[in-house]
């Protein structure tokens, strides 16, 4: 065959596999999609909080707290912000908060939580649950919040996917 002749064919042959394309109509995925589908329910959060004693990193959960932590491995994200009460942050401030929410982040992995799910974010001074003035505020306000956030899926999505 001749080049030309390659050429023609070539050309030809894309041509009938554009023709013989299928289109298809993409819309993005919102939340109301996926409900809609029925893919998923929609997240359910749950927050848990423990304080700790001045200047401590030692992640003492309550025994109730300890029970929701234990079912921290179902969850599909868990966002551990670790806080202190001082007023005026400080890099020795930071360092403890970011200590506070390492702390609580290897209790997790220690009870067989995968780390990828876990986001660590730290901050001092700043967001005060309590009046800081007081001893008790003060305390309330040296704490490390676990956000765990659950995504079921739902007995239609096996049907979907099939």
């Known amino acids: 065959m001749t080049i030309k002749r390659l050429v023609i064919l070539a050309s030809f042959m894309t041509f ?3 023709a013989k394309a299928q289109t298809f109509h993409i819309e993005p995925i919102t939340s109301n999609t996926v409900a809609d589908v029925g893919i998923i329910e929609m997240p359910r959060s749950n927050t848990v909080t423990v304080l700790f004693d001045n200047r401590s990193i030692t992640f003492r959960p309550s ?3 300890s029970s929701v932590l234990d079912d921290a491995k179902n969850a ?5 912000r670790g806080r202190t009460s001082t007023p005026i942050p400080s890099a020795k401030d930071e360092q403890l908060a970011l200590s506070r929410a390492v702390s609580a982040r290897n209790y997790l992995i220690e009870r067989g939580v995968s780390p990828l799910k876990i986001h660590v974010n730290y901050a001092s001074g700043s967001d005060f649950i309590a009046d800081n003035s007081t001893p008790e505020g003060r305390r309330q306000n040296q704490r490390v919040e676990i956000e765990l956030v659950y995504v079921t899926p739902t007995s239609s999505y096996s049907s979907v996917t099939q």
Do not use: C, G, K, S
């Open 76 to 80: 599909a994200l868990i966002t551990v």
């Open 63 to 65: 025994i109730n707290d």
């Open 16 to 18: 009938a596999n554009v």
